[in-house]
Structure formats: structure tokens, C-alpha cells
T-cell receptor
């Protein structure tokens, strides 16, 4: 079974830019995988940031952006803020109604 | 605004059954596909199941196939997850979630999340 891969952890300085990625254990991610990104702080429900690779969800600041970088989906945070410190999960559509989440990236802002 | 409220979470013995409900409001429930996603304590998110806007199409993750069934009652604006033959590894927070767009048949991504309901499988 194909595994969705994410960096386990990442750190960024306040005001800095960070790019998190979402790949496949076998193959390349394209727009056909409808990549989505969800933010979750401990004890809270997830919140959708980006869907269909590049579309920002309503109310999400434009410093969050999605793209395809090489063979992976990517989430870029420009001008990181302290409250961006969260876990970030990508999810990919595998076809036949099946969705698979990555293991998540714990982002630290310091 | 969109509200999704899960209920029915409980402590259940291994091998037991439970039904989760998700009451939806703030949008036209019958026009949107819906998902269940779970999160074991201290772990990441795991997609569980999706159902089309009209209930005609359903998909389940391999880890729950044959044991869990997603369903909906559009007259009651409610989503369900029927869980049978529960195992310790099914212990998790269960979130219901709404598609981003109308008329989804399983391949629309998640746009909104509920607050979750806890299911604990333990003797």
C-alpha cells in the first residue's frame, strides 16, 4: 500500500518562510491527487487550510499557499507567526473513493 | 455557519458495537458528501469513510471495511457511523467532516470539521 510521506518535524523563525512537503512512497504527486492541507493544534479539531493543491479555504490568510514542487505537494507559510505552531497534515486522493493522510509535520516557530 | 456536532462516543468492550452520530447545521446537508476521520491518542489523522450527498455511494478504509458502515439521513441532517466488532486499536477521537463543494460522490476533499467524539474500546 502506498504511504503518504511528510517531514516529522520542522522549525521556522518568526517572520520566516517554511515549505512543508507531501510525497508518495512510490510515485509522484500531481494535481490529480487533490492534495489538501489541514492544521491542528493539540486538543483542537483540524482546520482546512488548502484543498485541491492550491485553493485556500475561506478565512485562511494568504500567507498560506499550496503548490506542486517537483514530485510532491507543498504547503508554504510566508511570514510565520507564533500561532502557526501546529501539526500540519496533508491528505491525498488515491482513487476509488480512498483518501490517505500523511503522518503529519510538527511545526515549531522559534 | 457550518456546524458539525458528533455524539454517541462511549467506552465499549472489545467485540462490542457503537453508533456515532453527527448533527449538521448551517448548510444544505443533503447537497454535500460527508467523511469520517479518526485520530488515535497521540497519533495522526486516519481517513475512515466517505458517503456521497445522496447516500448512494460509500467507501471505507481497508482498516474498517466489513466492520464499520457510514450512512446518512438527509431528512434529519444527520451522518452516522455504525461500528461493530470493535478492537482496542479503534480507540480514537472520531471527527465528521464536510466536503468542500456540493454534489460530491467520494472524491471531493474535506472543507469543514466537527469537534470530535471519543470512542474508547477497553475491557
Amino acid at each position: 500500500q502506498t504511504v503518504v510521506t511528510q517531514e516529522p518535524s520542522f522549525s521556522v523563525s518568526p517572520g520566516g518562510t517554511v515549505t512543508l512537503t507531501c510525497g508518495l512512497s512510490s510515485g509522484s504527486v500531481s494535481t490529480s491527487y487533490y492534495a489538501s492541507w489541514h492544521q491542528q493544534t493539540p486538543g483542537q479539531a483540524p482546520r482546512t487550510l488548502i484543498y485541491r493543491t492550491t485553493t485556500r479555504s475561506s478565512g485562511v490568510p494568504d500567507r498560506f499557499s499550496g503548490s506542486i514542487l517537483g514530485n510532491k505537494a507543498a504547503l508554504t507559510i510566508t511570514g510565520a507567526q507564533a500561532d502557526d505552531e501546529s501539526n500540519y497534515y496533508c491528505v491525498l486522493y488515491m482513487g476509488s473513493g480512498s483518501w490517505v493522510f500523511g503522518g503529519g509535520t510538527k511545526l515549531t516557530v522559534l | 455557519q457550518v456546524q458539525l456536532v458528533e455524539s454517541g462516543g462511549n467506552v465499549v468492550q472489545p467485540g462490542g458495537s457503537l453508533r456515532l452520530s453527527c448533527a449538521a447545521s448551517g448548510f444544505t446537508f443533503s447537497a454535500y458528501g460527508m467523511h469520517w476521520v479518526r485520530q488515535a491518542p497521540g497519533k495522526g489523522l486516519e481517513w475512515v469513510a466517505v458517503i456521497s450527498y445522496d447516500g448512494s455511494t460509500k467507501y471505507h478504509a481497508d482498516s474498517v471495511k466489513g466492520r464499520f458502515t457510514i450512512s446518512r439521513d438527509n431528512s434529519k441532517n444527520t451522518l452516522y457511523l455504525e461500528m461493530k466488532s470493535l478492537r482496542a486499536e479503534d480507540t480514537a477521537e472520531y471527527y465528521c467532516a464536510k466536503d468542500v463543494d456540493m454534489w460530491g460522490n467520494g472524491w471531493f476533499p474535506i472543507g469543514n470539521w466537527g469537534q470530535g467524539g471519543l470512542v474508547t474500546v477497553s475491557s
